[in-house]
C-alpha cells in the first residue's frame, strides 16, 4: 500500500511520498510548490530550516524510494509528541465542536504515559468538552502539525477517533485550558466553522462527516 504523510507547519504543508506514487499521478507542478527527491537527513534538515525562515503559504513534495528513510530523517528535526482526539457526534448526528484561541476545533491532547491512544482520545473529550463517551468505532487518520515551546519545534502526532457521545453528556468547557465554548453543529450548518478552523482540523471535520454516512450502525 503506497503511503504518504502531510505535515503542518505554519501556513506551509509538506507531503512525504513514496516515488512509485508520482509514477502513477501525473502531476504538474503549480506556484509556491516544490519538488524536492529525498537525499539525507542534512539535505531535510536545511529544508526545515528553510520552511520556517523562507517560505509562507508553500507546499513541498519530498519524493523517496524509502519512505521509512525518509520520515525518521523529517522527524528528527522535532520533538515528538502523540496525542489522541474525537470526532465526536450525538443521536442527532451532530459533531462536537469546540472554540479555542480564535479557532474552531476539535478535542485532542496529549497521551499519558502507558495510556491507550484511544483511550487517552476518549479521557481529553471528556476533560475538554464534559461529553462522556459511549462507543469509540473506527480510527479515521492521523495528522501532522508544528508548533514551538520555548524555543523547541514540536511534532504532533495526533491519532483521530470516530466516537459516539453519551446522551445527557453536559457540555462544559474546559476554560483553564482556553476553551471558550463548545457547541454540537449539523453537517449543513458547518461552513462558517470551517473558515474560522485550523486547516488540518478542517480535514477531519471534513473526513469525518464523510465516516458518518457510511457508518450509520455507530448509532
Same mark, same amino acid.
Given at each position: 500500500?503506497?503511503?504518504?504523510? #502531510?505535515?503542518?507547519?505554519?501556513?506551509?504543508?509538506?507531503?512525504?511520498?513514496? /516515488?512509485?506514487? &508520482?509514477? +502513477?499521478?501525473?502531476?504538474?507542478?503549480?506556484?509556491? *510548490?516544490? @519538488?524536492?527527491? @529525498?537525499?539525507?537527513?542534512?539535505?531535510?534538515?536545511?529544508?526545515?530550516?528553510?520552511? @520556517?525562515?523562507?517560505?509562507?503559504?508553500?507546499?513541498?513534495?519530498?519524493?523517496?524510494?524509502?519512505?521509512?528513510?525518509? =520520515?525518521?530523517? +523529517?522527524?528528527?528535526?522535532? #520533538?515528538?509528541?502523540?496525542?489522541?482526539?474525537?470526532? $465526536?457526534?450525538?443521536?442527532?448526528?451532530?459533531?462536537?465542536?469546540?472554540? !479555542?484561541?480564535? +479557532? &474552531?476545533?476539535?478535542? =485532542?491532547? =496529549?497521551?499519558?504515559?502507558? /495510556?491507550?491512544?484511544?483511550?487517552?482520545?476518549?479521557?481529553? $473529550? !471528556?476533560? *475538554?468538552?464534559?461529553?462522556?463517551?459511549?462507543?469509540?468505532?473506527?480510527?479515521?487518520?492521523?495528522?501532522?502539525?508544528?508548533?514551538?515551546?520555548?524555543?523547541?519545534?514540536?511534532?504532533?502526532?495526533?491519532?483521530?477517533?470516530?466516537?459516539?457521545?453519551?446522551?445527557?453528556?453536559?457540555? #462544559?468547557?474546559?476554560?483553564? /485550558?482556553?476553551? %471558550?465554548?463548545?457547541? &454540537?453543529? =449539523?453537517? %449543513?450548518?458547518?461552513?462558517?466553522?470551517?473558515?474560522?478552523?485550523?486547516?488540518?482540523? $478542517?480535514?477531519?471535520? $471534513?473526513?469525518? +462527516?464523510?465516516?458518518?454516512?457510511?457508518?450509520?450502525?455507530?448509532?
Amino acid at each position: 500500500m503506497i503511503q504518504s504523510y #502531510k505535515i503542518h507547519i505554519n501556513d506551509n504543508t509538506v507531503f512525504l511520498e513514496e /516515488e512509485v506514487h &508520482w509514477q +502513477f499521478k501525473n502531476y504538474i507542478i503549480k506556484d509556491k *510548490e516544490l @519538488y524536492l527527491i @529525498y537525499v539525507d537527513e542534512q539535505q531535510i534538515k536545511q529544508l526545515v530550516e528553510d520552511i @520556517y525562515t523562507k517560505y509562507q503559504g508553500h507546499t513541498f513534495f519530498v519524493v523517496t524510494k524509502d519512505l521509512d528513510a525518509l =520520515k525518521v530523517s +523529517f522527524f528528527n528535526q522535532f #520533538k515528538l509528541i502523540v496525542a489522541g482526539g474525537g470526532v $465526536v457526534f450525538n443521536k442527532n448526528n451532530e459533531m462536537l465542536l469546540m472554540y !479555542r484561541l480564535g +479557532f &474552531w476545533d476539535l478535542p =485532542k491532547g =496529549k497521551i499519558e504515559m502507558g /495510556e491507550v491512544i484511544r483511550e487517552g482520545a476518549a479521557r481529553e $473529550v !471528556r476533560e *475538554e468538552t464534559g461529553v462522556k463517551i459511549k462507543l469509540i468505532d473506527q480510527k479515521i487518520c492521523c495528522t501532522y502539525h508544528t508548533y514551538n515551546i520555548q524555543n523547541k519545534r514540536i511534532l504532533k502526532e495526533t491519532h483521530w477517533f470516530l466516537m459516539k457521545g453519551k446522551i445527557g453528556s453536559i457540555l #462544559k468547557p474546559q476554560t483553564k /485550558e482556553g476553551i %471558550e465554548k463548545v457547541e &454540537w453543529v =449539523k453537517q %449543513e450548518n458547518i461552513a462558517p466553522y470551517l473558515e474560522k478552523s485550523y486547516p488540518n482540523i $478542517v480535514d477531519i471535520i $471534513v473526513q469525518g +462527516f464523510v465516516k458518518l454516512q457510511s457508518q450509520q450502525s455507530l448509532f
